[in-house]
């Protein structure tokens, strides 16, 4: 014999919470982004929110702010990621190779870079498709997903989603996971040519 759970994944609001109620107990100051960015990145695990949120929190003084889990836990961040997408949209290839650059001197990971484009891509479609955001998607700001939403089709969304995760696939066995990255992304400036 044997018994069978079935775990489902927790909600970003539920984990948000968690944290908060964790922050207030150790008298923690905490940022609401910096508690949205773990998280997101939790991805429905409540245990993986707590070790992020304890590393952080190790690495921070009184207060645990949206730059410093940044740099902890090595995300690239919105600002980044909303010009590489306007990039994108402009089809600007220099500039993409320049950001790609810009994130790798900082030591951040090639594939978080890819990863964060994808939550935010998603965060387009949702708007795209629901005219506003829900409350499990990555922090975001309003006016730019509106603006950047108007900017793609529902298919062109998809098909960025999977080309970036189909990179991130490559990038494991890839012997130069920047230029896998970089090709990845110059494309979608494209998309009538792939």
């Not at 990863?115 to 309003?142: C, Q």
């Not at 990845?184 to 400036?189: E, P, Q, R, T």
Request: with cysteine.
């Amino acid at each position: 014999r044997c018994q069978r759970y079935d775990f489902k994944r927790i909600t970003k609001q539920d984990i948000k919470k968690q944290l908060q109620k964790i922050a207030l107990s150790i008298q923690i100051q905490a940022e609401d982004e910096a508690l949205d960015i773990i998280a997101v990145h939790a991805d429905g695990g409540m245990r993986d929110a707590l070790s992020m949120l304890d590393q952080c929190m190790a690495l921070s003084d009184k207060s645990l702010t949206t730059k410093n889990v940044c740099n902890i836990l090595g995300i690239v961040g919105h600002e980044c990621i909303w010009k590489l997408t306007d990039s994108i949209i402009n089809n600007n290839t220099q500039e993409i190779l320049q950001m790609v650059d810009d994130v790798l001197s900082t030591g951040k990971a090639i594939n978080q870079l890819l990863a964060e484009l994808a939550f935010h891509w998603r965060s387009l479609m949702i708007f795209k498709a629901a005219g506003e955001l829900s409350a499990d998607v990555y922090h975001e700001e309003l006016d730019i997903v509106k603006r950047q939403s108007a900017a793609f089709s529902h298919e062109r969304l998809a098909k960025m989603i999977e080309d970036v995760y189909d990179a991130v696939n490559q990038i494991r066995w890839s012997p130069q996971p920047r230029v896998t990255a970089e090709i990845a992304l110059m494309k979608l400036c494209y998309p009538q040519e792939s």
